[in-house]
């Protein structure tokens, strides 16, 4: 005879096995912040930026993508929750994968996605040399099948039209009106499909002549329409000027960025950032972007989460399939650990309150700029494709029943993780550990519920921490 204990148990686990799939709330836009669209409040991005095997990597061919393994995202979901990341922009994706695995993965454990509609292969992005010829119906169909894989998914935050189409003079004259074509093709696409409105912004080129001008065009009112699909929802910027210990506030430009965008309307973040000129990175940077004094951006993602040949990983995927974690793990951990979580959610009331300018002339102020809201018609058949749909695969959550990462994870010293596992969630991520500092002269980890930490750049300095959601031997 079972004991009552193991029959409850029983019941519970048939109870999970039945029971529907839990989605996090979805991410929406309140003028400068980002917010949970249920509880309201204000939504800091904490991210990573995903692309395992680097560019060179995408192969729509082999059937595979960054969210095509599902054995591959658990084990990255897992390292991802302990760092207390909450959102991952995710590179060059093919739309006749099947996402839902680990789509539903990084659902689990809070982790939101911010996806690119393009990619690096030919007729699959706009050309900043050529956009006229590049925005065709073809094109479009790809970033349609995009827009199908991942907007049933509730933790899709938003898509990235373009990524760093505008980059320099040369191309701030013809490219503009494209970015905002491409917003309004997408914006109308999902608005045909009905559902969730799920946010649509631009990645940009940290280009200081042109910056603030890129951020007015695509974010202003055209004739002042609040119902204008053109516009941007949220600006990325992808940013690596604090480099190394020694940077400020200043010399890192950052000041600089808060007077740029002190008037944005939309959600401002860095797309991209981590300066590797030193090494190792300790992302002193953080607490900054973070604080009070830049409380106008919206958080940002680091780059990026696979070592690859341009040395920006966070870990290393070993030949056998096993993840090796870098300092740069470590280094970025210690810093959340650091950060206010309550400030982070809290709100500005003033910012809520902004009205998106109308689209002008005045608002430009470099003369090699577009200042002209005229954008490209949409291509034949385009109209078509929007009302019919693509016909292409539409993704959802499946319930997750694995949640034990197989594949062999080790720290920085060669040790190998024990009990490696996902914790179910209903929220976003965050930073979950409690710090006690110790010192020692070995980064040897001496307990299994305990983990040392080095820190990079600050001597033998160890962080040994009590994970909330689990005991890990990192």
């Known amino acids: 005879m079972l004991l009552p204990s193991l029959l409850n148990a029983f019941a519970l686990l048939l109870l999970s096995k039945n029971s529907p799939v839990v989605a996090i709330n979805s991410i929406e836009v309140q003028s400068q912040d980002f917010a949970d669209s249920k509880t309201g ?9 995903y692309q395992p095997g680097g560019e060179e990597g995408y192969d729509p061919g082999s059937g595979t993508d960054p969210l095509s393994n599902s054995d591959n995202c658990l084990r990255d979901a897992a390292l991802m929750q302990i760092l207390g990341l909450n959102t991952i922009r995710v590179y060059n994706l093919d739309p006749d994968v099947d996402h839902d695995d680990c789509a539903s993965i990084f659902n689990a454990v809070g982790v939101y996605m911010i996806c690119d509609v393009n990619s690096p292969l030919p007729n699959q992005s706009i050309s900043s040399a050529d956009p006229a ?24 935050l938003g898509f990235f039209s373009a990524n760093e189409l505008i980059n320099n003079d040369a191309t701030a004259g013809p490219n503009p009106p494209y970015i905002r074509a491409v917003t309004r093709d997408l914006k109308q696409y999902m608005a045909a499909r009905g559902g969730r409105a799920i946010p649509v912004g631009y990645s940009a080129a940290d280009v200081d002549d042109i910056l603030t001008d890129t951020s007015m065009y695509v974010q202003c009112r055209i004739n002042g329409n609040s119902d204008d699909m053109s516009r941007s929802d949220f600006f990325g910027l992808n940013s690596y000027s604090w480099c190394g210990p020694q940077a400020t506030f200043q010399t890192s430009g950052y000041d600089d960025l808060i007077s740029d965008f002190a008037k944005t309307t939309i959600p401002v973040f860095f797309s991209e950032y981590g300066c590797n000129h030193v090494l190792p990175r300790t992302f002193p940077e953080v607490s900054t972007l973070y604080s009070e004094q830049m409380s106008v951006f919206s958080g940002g993602l680091v780059y990026q989460w696979t070592q690859e040949e341009n040395n920006f990983g966070l870990v290393q995927v070993n030949n056998n399939g096993s993840v090796s974690l870098l300092s740069d793990y470590n280094a970025l951990q ?27 002339s005045d608002l430009i102020t470099n003369s090699n700029f577009n200042n002209s809201f005229t954008l490209p018609s949409q291509p034949k058949g385009v109209a078509q ?20 990462v197989s594949v062999p994870v080790y720290n920085t010293t060669g040790e190998q993780l024990s009990s490696l596992a996902i914790k179910v969630t209903n929220s976003a991520n965050k930073p979950s550990a409690v710090p006690t500092v110790t010192t020692g002269s070995s980064s040897t980890p001496t307990s299994k519920s305990a983990a040392s930490m080095s820190c990079p750049g600050h001597g033998l300095f160890y962080l040994t921490f009590v994970l909330l959601t689990g005991t890990f031997h990192l």
């Not at 409040?41 to 930026?49: A, C």
């Not at 309550?342 to 003033?350: E, G, I, K, R």
Request: glycine share 8%.
């Open 385 to 404: 494709l929007i009302k019919s749909g693509v016909g292409g695969r539409v993704g959802n959550l499946v319930p997750v029943t694995k949640t034990k």
């Open 334 to 360: 210690m810093r959340f650990l650091g950060l206010d979580q309550t400030f982070l959610q809290s709100q500005n009331a003033t910012a809520k309150a902004l009205v998106r300018p109308k689209c002008s």
């Open 41 to 49: 409040t204000r939504f800091e991005v904490l991210g990573v930026d």
């Open 133 to 156: 010829s590049s925005y065709n119906l073809d094109y479009l169909n790809r970033t349609f099948a995009i827009i199908d894989a991942f907007r049933n998914y509730p933790n899709t």
